[in-house]
């Protein structure tokens, strides 16, 4: 069912198709993407040109806004000219910025400042230049319509997870609405200072080492388990675990016998406990299985709450695989159906916010005073009013 | 799947024991029967509410919680039933092992044919002419005031929402006495930390579920739950809490 | 160095003049990386035709000569006076470059 009000601002140059240039760089990845979407149907949506540069912190430390700034600084023109590369591959030679491109969608929050400011300085430039609509889009939204795009119009419960949002997230009435989050830090965040403990490698990601060595694990720890209603926390098994764990470093990576007994405790055979070590991909694994329950089990508590048998993750964390396979068997148990993506358009990328752009781009956005692209670290998923939805 | 949980709990139950499920949640499934755990002489209407085994979480992981949050349930209706004011349904019996609880039916069906939860009655009443209603209203003021005694005496709920709350109309005059159901995750807590969280459950609840009037359900729910404190001074304290957590989420830097 | 007697209460000062192609580009920069934003630490703006900042604590005056851009920082201490224009400069920068790469 398309609104006819979405198609209140054309294609140019009388095409069935609007180009949306998109960037990204809320966090410590640069993404640009081009898409094509259909005219008439704003799911319809063909990935011309998806690159992204991360910026890796060494092992032990996390990303500091500067350097990262400075990465998106380094890296923007770089980019992009790949990106024009790309849409002249498919496009055809003669693709060019100011004719071609409808509208430039960035990200306006949140996220980190700095990172956030240096696109947008690159965005507005560009724009300037070439007198192209500039479209300021929130991160959250970018996730969430990109996983529309995927599940083709259903209308899932989504649950967000990254590095810096941990969301459960419905339509109603014209917004996204918040029914379940954080009470503290992010789930990303959480695995990524596990990580810096451990001294796991930032590269790829924090999260997919952990995942990597967690599949490796066989003992579990019970670690606290913090659930109040739809919302969860995350602080307690943190703090818990990195005590464990610096006792576990300083102690040669083994527990102390003792130590292990209590841990494994609920096995209820002494012997059997003496008999094995704990490691490194015990802890990574415990943690996984932990955090996970607590997140399928919110979002379980939401649908039930909303009546929806469909979930989609979206968000860097999404990408995990453990995460896919428990929600998996939650939604099948439900008869439901889950939709994930892969790592092209899980972790933070511009394909995502070119989509969430030209949706707003051609409901009627425009903007009136170069002030409103001031970028924000903190901008409410439930703040924005989805005009382009019923 | 369902099927194959029903079949499980009527095995349990043996298989002449009459059953019917009444609502499936995230946690637990209801079911309606007619027949005491154990004493026949007091055949009535009672709810049995079974915790299903959860095959996406670690079996330690679910057995430990299971058991945790039932006892937690069991240990707060005997509690909360000696209370003064507070209205919550009486506990029957229970097996922590294999998550059973068995409770008084409370509730009842709604003009819609709904079950009478305060999420449905708000939903029957979503529209501009009976949102604003004074049965609402006093219904909400009830609410409020039945999580305040909750709070002064030193208990938190921990999973508010509109379908944790159930209404019972009054056969004399007709009016709505709201019941706290669904204790899994409650507990004793003195922190005000606690208080101010189970708040902002409460509204963020409404405000997600019932977001075209819900300013002014959360204002008469605070406005009832204002009603039930003496001491001014604890009340001031939880209310700043309250708004420094609602401050924390709104605020919450968004940082990898 | 020009002194300007108007913020003498502001007493470290920097001058930066910068060349463009044109007049155009003088306008995408100021506007893309200069005069949008607030400054660091500083929410509370004033803002002209020809300045912005906060009169107590650092402002920037900026004009044109012939395609070159002149932009007059006057700070209240050294550090803000670094930060601020170290950043700027940064921003300026991108902009350029951007510029350059896709006129």
């Known amino acids: ?26 966090a410590n990845k640069l993404g640009f993407g081009v898409i094509k979407q259909s005219l008439s149907d704003p799911l319809d949506t063909e990935v011309i040109s998806n690159i992204r540069d991360t910026y890796n912190a060494p092992p032990g430390e996390g990303f500091m806004p500067r350097d990262t700034a400075r990465h998106h600084k380094n890296w923007s023109c770089r980019i992009l000219k790949q990106v024009i590369e790309e849409c002249k591959e498919k496009l055809g030679q003669g693709f060019d910025i100011k004719k071609d491109i409808d509208c430039i969608a960035f990200t306006k929050g949140p996220g980190m400042g700095a ?24 991160h959250c939204i970018g996730h969430i319509e990109m996983g529309r795009c995927i599940t083709k119009g259903l209308n899932p419960v989504v649950l967000y997870v990254s590095g810096g949002n941990t969301q459960v997230i419905a339509y109603s009435n ?27 490698s930032n590269s790829p990601s924090p999260g997919y080492n952990i995942e990597q060595l967690a599949r490796k694990g066989k003992h579990l720890i019970e670690l606290p388990y913090t659930v109040k209603g739809m919302d969860l926390s995350m602080s307690g098994i943190l ?12 102690n040669g990576s083994k527990f102390s016998k003792q130590k292990k007994r209590k841990l494994l405790e609920y096995l209820n055979d002494t012997e059997m406990i003496d008999s094995v070590e704990i490691t490194v991909e015990d802890l990574c694994f415990s943690f996984q299985e932990h955090l996970f329950a607590m997140l399928i089990e919110i979002t379980e508590r939401a649908m039930a709450h909303v009546g929806s048998d469909e979930v989609l993750i979206v968000g860097g964390v999404g990408c995990n695989l453990r995460l896919q396979e428990m929600m998996e068997t939650m939604c099948k148990d439900r008869n439901g159906k889950m939709f994930a993506t892969d790592d092209r358009f899980c972790i933070d990328n511009g394909v995502m916010i070119a989509q969430a752009g030209v949706l707003q781009y051609r409901y009627g956005y425009v903007l009136e005073n170069l002030k409103d692209t001031r970028v924000t670290q903190t901008f409410r998923t439930d703040e924005v009013f989805v005009n382009w939805r019923e | 799947m369902s099927a194959e949980l029903i079949d499980h709990v009527q095995q349990y139950l043996g298989k002449n024991f009459p059953i019917k499920l009444i609502s499936q949640g995230a946690e637990a499934l209801v079911f309606e029967t007619s027949k005491h755990p154990f004493d026949p002489t007091l055949d009535k209407e009672y709810i049995i509410k079974y915790r299903p085994f959860k095959k996406y979480r670690h079996e330690q992981i679910d057995r430990v919680i299971t058991k945790k949050r039932t006892v937690g349930e069991c240990r707060c209706l005997v509690k909360l039933s000696n209370m003064e004011g507070i209205n919550v349904p009486q506990f029957i019996a229970s097996d922590p092992h294999n998550g ?29 002419k009976n949102a604003y209603t004074e049965e609402v209203k006093q219904v909400l003021l009830n609410v409020g005031k039945q999580i305040g005694i909750l709070h002064t005496n030193q208990y938190v709920h921990g999973d508010l929402t509109s379908s944790n709350i159930v209404l019972q109309q009054e056969d004399c ?20 930390e606690d208080k101010g969280v189970d708040l902002y459950v409460l509204e963020r609840a409404i405000l997600s579920t019932h977001s075209l009037y819900a300013e002014k359900y959360n204002e008469w729910l605070l406005e009832g739950y204002k009603q ?24 919450r830097s968004m940082l990898g | ?16 003049d910068i060349p463009f192609q044109c007049q155009k580009h003088i306008d995408i920069v100021l506007k893309s990386s200069i005069v949008t934003d607030e400054l660091i630490n500083i929410d509370n703006n004033i803002q002209s035709e020809t300045s912005m900042g906060d009169i107590n604590k650092f402002v920037i005056e900026y004009f044109t000569v012939e395609n070159v851009l002149s932009l007059r920082f006057h700070s209240i201490d050294i550090r803000l006076l670094r930060l601020i224009s170290n950043n700027l400069i940064e921003n300026v920068k991108l902009s350029i470059e951007c510029i350059d790469e896709f006129q």
């Open chain 1, 174 to 200: 014209n917004r996204y609405r918040i029914f379940g989050e954080t009470l503290d830090i992010a789930v990303g965040n959480c695995l990524d200072r596990f990580a810096r403990i451990l001294k796991i």
């Open chain 2, 100 to 128: 059973f609880i068995w409770q008084s039916k409370i509730g009842q069906t709604l003009k819609d044919g709904t079950f009478s939860n305060l999420r449905n009655f708000l939903w029957l009443n979503n529209n501009d």
């Open chain 2, 228 to 251: 039930a404190y003496q001491d001014q001074e604890d009340l001031t304290q939880v209310l700043k809490r309250f708004e420094e957590v609602r401050l924390r989420g709104r605020k």
């Open chain 1, 1 to 26: 069912m398309l609104q006819p009000e979405l198609q209140k601002v054309l294609p140019k140059n009388g095409k069935d198709y609007y180009i949306c240039l998109g960037l990204e760089g809320s």
């Open chain 2, 173 to 192: 005059n007709g009016k709505w006495v709201p019941f706290l159901i669904d204790f899994g995750l409650s507990g004793y807590s003195t922190l005000v």
């Open chain 3, 1 to 16: 160095m020009t002194t300007n007697n108007k913020y003498e209460n502001l007493p470290f000062k920097l001058t930066l």
């Open chain 1, 115 to 138: 990172p956030l400011h240096s696109v947008c300085v690159f965005a507005r430039t560009l724009s300037l230049l070439h007198n192209i609509p500039l479209i300021p889009v929130n």
């Open chain 1, 239 to 250: 703090q818990y675990l990195e005590q464990l764990t610096k006792s576990f470093l300083s």
